[in-house]
């Protein structure tokens, strides 16, 4: 399901395809650190008349031209290193998409699995009640019950009749949202229980070194770089920028002697920008990339105390399951044996079926929870796992 989800998951392949946009666009602004060469050739024709005569002529040129701009202040770098980071974030941002809907499509394949795992208890159930239902049916037709007994028998076995129906219904809203989250929309499931073993979970106290293997936090960290060289880039606004260019070629009517002595000609220059006054522009533009910058920092700070906070609840949950297991384990044997009691003391007419029925309900109860908790422990380990970013 996993391996369908990354191929098929169009939150993932959106994910991807901003990772890539973002190379490119690192691509752009790190071809303006290097000079830029072009060369430009042409050809000419031309024809006069005076006096009835008639003079052409034919002009040739080739040339080209090198330009280049001094990063003195830093514009350009800062600029580069800013969108390179961008773009990482963008790769982080990527693999946290991969990580949430794996998760996604665990917590559904168990919650179907789950699902599954009831719907057993409940066939069983019903295949008891209508057994106590035949029972009682049984015993009403020699007079040692009451017509009571029976529609009780028969109320509870509805019951669980429309539980059942209930289950499966949920089950196929599971399915369905399974079947986006992996992009395959006529995605069918077979009924099974699945159960697997619980994953070894880390301990309570985990050092926050594991927590730098989340993505988010690494995306956030990214971020909070950029908006660092994006303030350097609009602080070096401020300063003039300086070109440097030079070109070279030659002109001649004849393409002979394009290349030679005569024809030649280049030339040397450069060209400052100095910004005079710009009505408070630049310094306005720095005072926005400033504040950007506070906003990611906060933003950062928040991701961390998101990531704890998710790891600490992944682990109660974790713990929390575990200390309930042998108590349920406790609850479902003695209700089993209550229930097996209540029913031969019912088959000798020594209790009421009210007594067989409350039993009934406390071994279903049992059972549910039991269920509960099997997948209970596997939910919350998949949690714990992409809480520490795995």
């Known amino acids: 399901m996993i391996g369908l989800a990354n191929a098929h998951n169009q939150d993932i392949a959106v994910s991807l395809s901003q990772y890539d946009k973002a190379l490119a666009v690192l691509g752009a602004t790190r071809s303006n650190e290097l000079p830029s060469l072009t060369v430009n050739a042409g050809s000419t024709r031309e024809s006069t ?54 998760n996604a499509v665990i917590q559904q394949y168990w919650s179907i699995r789950q699902l599954d795992a009831l719907g057993e208890v409940i066939a069983k159930q019903i295949e008891a009640r209508r057994q106590q239902l035949t029972i009682s049916e049984q015993k009403l ?72 293997q989340r993505p988010d936090i690494k995306q956030a960290e990214n971020q909070l770089q950029a908006a660092g060289f994006d303030v350097a880039v609009a602080r070096a606004a401020l300063f003039p920028s ?25 030339t040397l220059g450069y060209t400052l920008d100095l910004p005079l006054f710009d009505g408070g522009l630049r310094l306005s533009q720095i005072d926005q990339a400033k504040a950007a910058q506070r906003e990611v920092a906060a933003l950062y700070q928040k991701t961390i105390l998101t990531a704890f906070a998710d790891v600490n609840q992944a682990l109660i949950e974790t713990e929390g399951w575990n200390k309930q297991t042998p108590w349920m384990q406790d609850e479902l044997s003695a209700a089993q044996k209550a229930m097996d009691f209540a029913l031969r003391k019912y088959a000798v007419g020594t209790v009421d079926y009210s007594t067989v029925l409350d039993t009934q309900k406390s071994l279903l109860d049992a059972e549910k929870s039991s269920v509960e908790i099997r997948y209970g422990k596997l939910i919350s380990q998949a949690n714990l796992y992409y809480a520490l970013g795995f």
């Open 49 to 102: 008349n005076t006096a009835n005569k008639r003079d052409r002529s034919s002009t040739h040129s080739a040339s080209g031209l090198a330009s280049f701009e001094l990063d003195m202040w830093g514009r350009l770098s800062n600029a580069t290193k800013a969108n390179a980071q961008t773009a990482e974030a963008a790769r982080e941002y990527s693999r946290h998409t991969q990580n949430l809907i794996r």
């Open 242 to 266: 300086i070109g440097l260019s030079a070109q070279g070629g030659g002109r001649s009517a004849s393409l002979s002697s394009l290349t030679g002595a005569g024809s030649s000609f280049w």
């Open 141 to 212: 037709a020699f007079g040692v019950t009451s017509e009571l007994d029976v529609q009780q028998a028969k109320a509870d076995l509805a019951s669980l009749e429309r539980s059942r129906i209930s289950t499966k219904t949920s089950r196929e809203g599971y399915q369905q949202s399974l079947a986006i989250l992996v992009g395959i929309p006529d995605l069918t499931l077979s009924a099974g229980t699945g159960i697997a073993e619980p994953l070894m979970a880390p301990t309570m106290g985990l050092p926050s070194l594991l927590l730098q």
